[in-house]
């Protein structure tokens, strides 16, 4: 460069600097947070985006059924004339549904009260009788309701396969009349379970257990378990908000 043109460039330096120094700037503060190649130096403190996890209680079980059952629900309208009859919904999915224990439970919805007949049923496979047949205690209320196997002597044997219904009866003359509503259900052995990397051990009902129940295809024990929670904590809305999410993944839809 020649003279001149370094002596005019050396005049706007000095002008460029005079500029800031006197408005109490740094000229290169600019510059000062970037290292010579360009890169951030490590004086500056970048923001870093943290997705916020979503707690456990706000999740929803996913229930995951197991492949290759066959449909298995059994709806609960009147087949007669009645409009006043109530409704019956079977809280089960529409295929053989599982579960671990032997002593579990098998629940419906009853869509209001009623004082009419009613017997509940199991059946097997082996058998042409019932092995457990029992009329309901009248009247009975509207909502939710679960027979307790294990109040009746019943055990479920590992793979065998069980069907199961609630019978209303409208007119003890015209059984064609009555509602049905039931669906399947069988047990898995500890073995299976544990070699398919399900809950296998015998744990408390716990909220972490609904979703390990559902995520394994276990209906019975996740819903079992659910409305366990449900009714030692009546207040909590996220149960119920997972009951209802638990349910319409098979189907079900409870009036409100």
């Not at 087949?79 to 599982?98: E, K, T």
């Not at 671990?100 to 209001?112: A, E, F, G, Q, R």
């Not at 209906?219 to 009951?243: F, G, P, S, V």
Request: with cysteine; glycine share 8%; net charge negative.
């Amino acid at each position: 460069m020649s003279p001149p043109k370094r002596l005019l460039l050396g005049i706007l330096t000095g002008l460029w600097i005079g500029m800031f120094q006197s408005l109490g700037l740094s000229p290169f503060a600019p510059l000062e947070g970037y290292a010579s190649d360009g890169v951030l130096s490590s004086d500056v403190q970048m923001p870093i985006y943290k997705p916020r996890k979503q707690s456990i209680e706000a999740q929803m079980p996913i229930y995951k059924p197991r492949k290759g059952t066959i449909r298995a629900r059994i709806g609960g309208q009147s087949r007669g004339q009645d409009p006043m009859a109530p409704s019956l919904i079977a809280l089960v999915p529409d295929h053989i549904a599982f579960t671990i224990k032997n002593d579990t439970s098998l629940c419906w919805y009853l869509s209001s009260q009623t004082s009419r007949p009613a017997t509940f049923t199991v059946t097997d496979s082996q058998r042409i009788l019932p092995i457990l047949e029992t009329s309901l205690p009248t009247p009975i209320p509207a909502g939710i309701h679960c027979i307790h196997l294990q109040d009746h002597g019943v055990t479920l044997k590992e793979q065998e396969q069980y069907r199961w219904f609630v019978t209303l009866a409208l007119d003890q003359e015209r059984p064609s009349g009555d509602v049905v509503a039931g669906g399947m259900i069988e047990r898995i052995s500890y073995g299976e379970a544990c070699m398919l990397d399900m809950p296998c051990s015998g744990s408390s009902c716990e909220r972490e257990a609904v979703y390990r129940y559902a995520a394994s295809g276990l209906w019975y024990d996740a819903l079992t378990c659910l409305l366990e929670l449900i009714d030692h904590n009546r207040t909590d809305k996220t149960l119920q908000e997972m009951l209802e999410a638990l349910l319409r993944q098979s189907g079900i839809d409870l009036p409100t």
